[in-house]
């Protein structure tokens, strides 16, 4: 299990990379991201929507209200920005692996 300290740092990567799928409501972005990691990365929603919210105000993501069948949902999708974003920080995340895996014999994930 990855402790949740390490898991905060890695929410921006996640989301970020998740959205180059498309558009996503909040709760599938957080299902998505818990299926793609095989459970290792799992958010609640609790703590997750204040940094959906963040990353909004950082203009690297856009909400928008739809009307469904089951009532208004907020779909949230990558803005230019985002996209320009996500670059720097898979590079960075990639620097990290590759400077744990010197240091400690970390494989990369």
Request: proline content about 4%; overall charge positive.
């Amino acid at each position: 299990m990855i402790a949740s300290a390490i898991k905060r740092g890695t929410a921006e990567v996640a989301v970020l990379s998740v959205f180059e799928y498309g558009a996503l409501h909040g709760y599938e972005i957080a299902r998505r991201i818990e299926r793609q990691t095989k459970g290792s990365l799992r958010f609640t929603l609790a703590a997750f929507y204040p940094l959906l919210y963040r990353l909004e105000k950082q203009k690297w993501i856009r909400g928008a209200w739809e009307t469904s069948p089951t009532g208004r949902r907020r779909r949230d999708r990558l803005t230019p920005a985002g996209k320009k974003k996500l670059t720097p920080l898979r590079s960075e995340w990639s620097e990290l692996f590759a400077a744990l895996h010197r240091l400690a014999g970390v494989a990369n994930a």
